[in-house]
Antibody, heavy 118, light 108 residues
């Protein structure tokens, strides 16, 4: 069974940093591109970042470019999102999601909440 | 960036209804539109990929159609368990992958 389990969220002050993790199981993690997607409270879905299976391709949304860093450790089956210079507008539920085929996301984690507030 | 516009933003429906919602892309995205269902308190789930392909295990009451800029998602026989927010997403021109604003289904 495919499972994606996020962790590392919490309450953080504006300007500070936080690192999210997503541990994958039930599939060969190193064969798949992975994404972070977020959802602000009561709002829709916003794609945040993508990393290809071997980390050769990395993309970011303009809203986080230069502040967030996506990475992965295929030996540990783990995806990361290092978030720096956090802003109140980064407050959201952050999901990791597996990319399948040409573009769609077939498995999502349960999400981890990040709250940026003083 | 490609903007995905969903309509309506919400619908009041009854069990057994046929439900149709739309998604319009700001430019041609071919058939590269996917549909996700998000129930309250849950993560999104893939229902339809590449406009009309039902994902594994998805009931056949869910169908998708369209190409180019105009896409439709239909639930043929609404069930109570289908109450959710439905999102379209384009996976043609990325980054970024972009989602529509969602259509929320509520009971009449």
């Amino acid at each position: 069974e495919v499972q994606l389990v996020e962790s590392g969220g919490g309450l953080v002050q504006p300007g500070r940093s936080l690192k999210l993790s997503c541990v994958a199981s039930g599939f060969t993690f190193s064969n798949y591109g992975m994404n972070w997607i977020r959802q602000a409270p009561g709002k829709g879905l916003e794609w945040v970042a993508y990393i290809s299976s071997g980390s050769s391709y990395i993309y970011y949304a303009e809203t986080v470019k230069g502040r967030f860093t996506i990475s992965r450790d295929n030996a540990k089956n783990t995806l990361y999102l290092q978030m720096t210079s956090l802003r109140s507008e980064d407050t959201a539920l952050y999901y990791c999601a597996r990319r399948k085929g040409p573009g769609y996301f077939d498995y999502w984690g349960q999400g981890v909440m990040v709250t940026v507030s003083s | 960036d490609i903007v995905m516009t969903q309509s309506p933003t919400s619908m009041s429906i009854s069990v057994g209804d046929r439900v149709t919602m739309n998604c319009k892309a700001s430019q041609n995205v071919g058939s590269n539109v996917d549909w996700y269902q998000q129930k309250t308190g849950q993560s999104p789930k893939l229902l339809i990929y590449k406009a009309s392909n039902r994902y594994t295990g998805v009931p056949d009451r869910f169908t998708g159609s369209g190409s180019g800029t105009d896409f439709t998602f239909t639930i043929s026989n609404m069930q109570a368990e289908d109450l959710a927010v439905y999102y379209c997403m384009q996976s043609n021109s990325y980054p970024p992958w972009t989602f529509g604003g969602g259509t929320k289904l509520e009971l009449k």
